[in-house]
């Protein structure tokens, strides 16, 4: 059964940083682009960046430019995303996705995981 697996959210200061991982189970991570969205409560869910599966990064966010970073390792399964000066407005259950090609577009990934709640606050 192929299932994506996010962890590594939590509780964060603003200004500080967080690792989320997503991990694979079911299929081969690397033959596929991964995704990381986030969703807050009462917005639509937004597209951050996405990582091919040559390992190409794209980030569609200009919001978490120079900030949030996109990485694979093929062989751990896993795609992680490390977020440094958080911020509370970033305050959401962040979401990692699959699908054969990088979209930001929420619609366009077939598989997702089942998120994992970031919550910036002092």
């Known amino acids: 059964q192929l299932q994506l697996v996010e962890s590594g959210g939590g509780l964060v200061q603003p200004g500080g940083s967080l690792r989320l991982s997503c991990a694979a189970s079911?299929?081969?991570?690397?033959?596929?682009?991964i995704g990381w969205f986030r969703q807050a409560p009462g917005k639509e869910r937004e597209g951050l960046l996405c990582?091919?599966?040559?390992?190409?990064?794209?980030i569609y966010a200009d919001s978490v430019k120079g900030r949030f970073t996109i990485s694979r390792d093929n062989a751990r399964n896993t795609v992680y995303l490390q977020m440094n000066s958080l911020k509370p407005e970033e305050t959401a259950v962040y979401y990692c996705a699959a699908d054969p090609s990088c979209s930001r577009l929420a619609s366009e990934y077939d598989y997702w995981g089942q998120g994992t709640q970031v919550t910036v606050s002092s």
């Open positions: 079911g299929f081969t991570l690397g033959d596929h682009a």
């Open positions: 990582i091919s599966s040559s390992g190409g990064s794209t």
